[in-house]
């Protein structure tokens, strides 16, 4: 990890129980009126608002892009949103990573762009790398499964290079990515595509994850007839993705695939019953919970009062170690030209304060901590 140390709010803080009784009884009284003046400034509504247990939010986007001229960026003002965010809603550390960029987009960016911008902040974010990179290169070569030696090499060294840098993950790629509007872009390469073989080779080897965005596609299918869908580019017709993505599973045990935004599914295929029996196959396989309402809403984990669906509790509580929150919230500077993207968090508090607390507290704290290893 390079010296970059995501855990040292957790170290403190198990540090003042661990050492909390031999501290001298004047330094605990500082501690106690430190404590009582930091409470009393915390608005008794974002309290309110707060989820029961904190918890670590493992997929969201920061945006630097100012529109001005030269592509100019401010990375430090998107962080300083997203701290802000973070207090309010309970988050105590943050996972950020590029989205899934196609090599023609406008303003695409990397980890390296922002990583000194976070390590600002030791403790409260960690990064993914990749889809600025990774990903291009991906839907590059989607449509034909040769990859010259070329390829390859570049795909290694640049894996090799986000590790380096203290990547706690490979992201955001994807197999299966609708376009929303005319300037978001269609992605489409099969889930066991060499490159994706590859990169499940390099993240096992380093032992960090893959997060992976798809649309679940269990057979060809009609794109569903949906005015929001049929904004933008995506074909009308989908090719089936389920099977080629368990053989993604099944190349690799050692590698750790998270199918990002269980919850948030613009197919209607990702029922519960199909996480259920793909969890139930593949060892390897974890998932991170998105919720908005740009879905179909019979794949939502929410009901439109904002109640948690009994069956997406027993889906959890039967695999309890392979859930994590995943907001996809985006962050952007306040110079930023791009439209405010909706909230994600107030129903992801919800989801949290409804889920029985032990299973908030493994989905929420445990689970990002074992497998982005953070705090190590
Ligand atoms: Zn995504």
């Known amino acids: 990890m390079d010296g970059y140390d995501v855990g040292s709010v957790h170290q403190f803080h198990e540090h003042i129980i661990i050492k909390g009784y031999a501290m001298r009884a004047k330094h605990m009284m500082f501690f106690l009126l430190s404590l009582f003046l930091a ?16 918890y670590i939010d493992v997929h969201s986007h920061i945006f630097g892009i100012t529109g001005g001229r030269g592509g100019s960026t401010d990375y430090p003002g998107a962080v300083k949103k997203a701290l802000s965010q ?26 390296y762009d922002f990583v000194s911008a976070i390590r600002e902040y030791s403790g409260r ?10 990903n291009v290169i991906i839907q590059n070569v989607a449509q034909s499964r040769e990859i010259s030696p070329e390829v390859r090499t570049r795909f290694e060294e640049q894996s090799e290079r986000l590790v380096t840098l203290g990547a706690s993950g490979f992201g955001e790629v994807t197999a299966e990515h609708f376009s929303l509007s005319s300037s978001h872009p269609y992605e489409s390469t099969p889930p066991d595509h ?12 380093h032992d960090i994850p893959i997060d992976l965005h798809m649309e679940a596609v269990p057979q060809d299918m009609q794109l569903p007839d949906d005015r929001r869908l049929k904004q933008g580019n995506t074909p009308a017709r989908l090719k089936a993705n389920i099977a080629a993505f368990e053989r993604l599973l099944a190349y690799n045990r050692k590698a750790k695939i998270i199918w990002a935004h269980a919850g948030w599914c613009n197919t209607g295929q990702r029922t519960v019953k199909l996480m259920d029996e793909m969890l139930g196959r593949n060892p390897n396989l974890y998932m991170t919970v998105k919720i908005g309402k740009d879905s179909m809403e019979e794949t939502r984990p929410l009901t439109s009062e904002m109640k948690i669906k ?9 695999y309890p170690d392979r859930f994590m929150i995943g907001s996809d919230q985006f962050y952007l500077t306040p110079m930023s030209p791009l439209r405010q993207p909706p909230g994600r968090l107030e129903s992801i508090t919800a989801f949290m304060a409804q889920l029985p607390q032990d299973l908030a507290y493994k989905i929420g704290n445990e689970n990002p901590k074992r497998i982005f290893k953070l705090g190590k």
Request: glycine share 16%.
């Open 125 to 134: 974010f960690a990064f993914l790398g990749g889809g600025g990179t990774l």
């Open 194 to 205: 060499p490159l994706f073989f590859l990169l499940a080779d390099i993240a096992a080897r």
């Open 310 to 318: 009994g069956e997406w509790i027993d889906l959890v509580r039967k």
């Open 39 to 54: 409470l009393s400034f915390i608005p008794v509504g974002s309290m309110a608002e707060a989820p029961q247990v904190g």
């Open 86 to 111: 973070m207090d309010k809603a309970g988050i105590s550390i943050m996972l950020v990573m590029p989205p899934p960029f196609t090599g023609g987009q406008r303003g695409v960016f990397e980890a």
